[in-house]
């Protein structure tokens, strides 16, 4: 009978493409094997089918077990794997990037690395925040005091909105019960849009420390597209579940977000803002996943790439692998 150790591995040619693929396959309470070329998601009403090759990113949320069979179709497919909260809410863990392409991760490096392209990103990602706004000449110091006058009028506006008295933002490191209510659904949801960053980013295959605002801590870049969505998503939520109740904040505010994140598709929105701030010009929807995902080459001078899988030594006769080798 043929077992999975002797089932022939697929080539990168033969798998569909991440842009076809679902972005985002999210299960919980269950336990996920395979079958053939598929995974199960076992559970207590029954067992679905789902083939890997269809899956961009599988986010396992808790009660899942998984088995060595499944995570073997699961990399001979070129899905990625995340262990993560409920509805993707925290990351706890990751394998693998959703994408075999280094194209996000080289853009990523090279914006990065120029002081005026950094803050290109940086200007860019204050004008998501702030459509009505055009940062365009502003500098770090002046990017950084509009949007703490940004943040500020928020919190007063969803104050007015929701009656819930505000006394400014009180947040002790390791001590979640140290401020009011409405502080703890505050600090709540920003956690929980940590999660998610970090789930998507990871899934990018991005570098979660090269950030263009937040600098300096290994989690940069996620806090970064975090704050994307803070006075969209994260603040205003969190006043309504002040103004519900004062018992159980934290709680009910990461049951409301993952609710609210479902609702909205923030994760395949994260995915194209990240893809429009870092790739030149802007990226249309598909741009990173589109690209062939088995090609590889190497770096020569003056910026150009050459062909891998050959030897530059200037001999001749050298096959692919014996090159490679």
């Known amino acids: 009978m043929t077992t999975v150790s002797r089932r022939a591995t697929l080539s990168p040619r033969q798998l569909t493409r991440t842009g076809e693929r679902s972005s985002f396959v999210y299960l919980e309470r269950c336990t996920v094997h395979r079958d053939a070329n598929a995974i199960t998601a076992e559970d207590a009403e029954g067992t679905t089918h789902i083939p890997s090759a269809t899956i961009g ?39 693998r990037a959703l994408t075999r392409s280094s194209a996000l991760a080289e853009a990523q490096a090279v914006q990065w690395a120029n002081v005026r392209s950094r803050l290109g990103v ?12 055009d940062p365009a000449g502003l500098t ?7 949007e703490g006058r940004r943040v500020k009028d928020c919190y007063r506006t969803q104050a007015a909105r929701t009656g819930v008295p505000w006394r ?5 490191p390791g001590d979640f019960t140290s401020g009011d209510a409405v502080n703890q659904a505050v600090t709540a949801a920003a956690q929980c849009m940590y999660g998610i960053a970090h789930a998507v980013v990871a899934s990018l295959g991005c570098s979660p420390a090269l950030g263009f605002v937040h600098s300096g801590h290994e989690l940069s870049f996620v806090l970064d597209v975090a704050d994307l969505y803070k006075t969209e998503i994260g603040i205003p939520l969190a006043f309504d579940i002040a103004a519900e109740d004062q018992e159980d904040v934290g ?8 609710d609210r994140i479902n609702e909205t598709t923030l994760l395949d929105r994260c995915v194209e803002d990240i893809k429009g701030l870092l790739l030149p010009g802007g990226a249309p929807a598909g741009t990173v996943s589109n690209a062939d995902p088995d090609v590889v080459t190497l770096q020569s001078d003056g910026g150009r790439a050459v062909a891998a899988g050959r030897n530059y030594g200037g001999g001749e006769g050298y096959s692919d692998v014996e090159a490679s080798w």
Not at 64 to 88: D, F, N
Not at 122 to 133: H, I, N, T, V
């Open 57 to 95: 990113t599988l986010l396992l949320g808790p009660g899942t077990r998984i088995t060595h069979q499944a995570m073997s179709v699961l990399g001979e497919t070129g899905a990625a794997v995340c262990w993560v909260g409920e509805q993707g809410v925290r990351y706890y863990a990751g394998g």
């Open 122 to 133: 940086a200007r860019a990602m204050y004008r998501l925040r702030f459509p009505d706004e």
């Open 140 to 146: 770090r110091h002046e990017l950084l005091g509009r």
């Open 168 to 172: 400014g933002r009180r947040y002790t």
């Open 251 to 258: 709680p009910r505010t990461r049951r409301a977000l993952r």
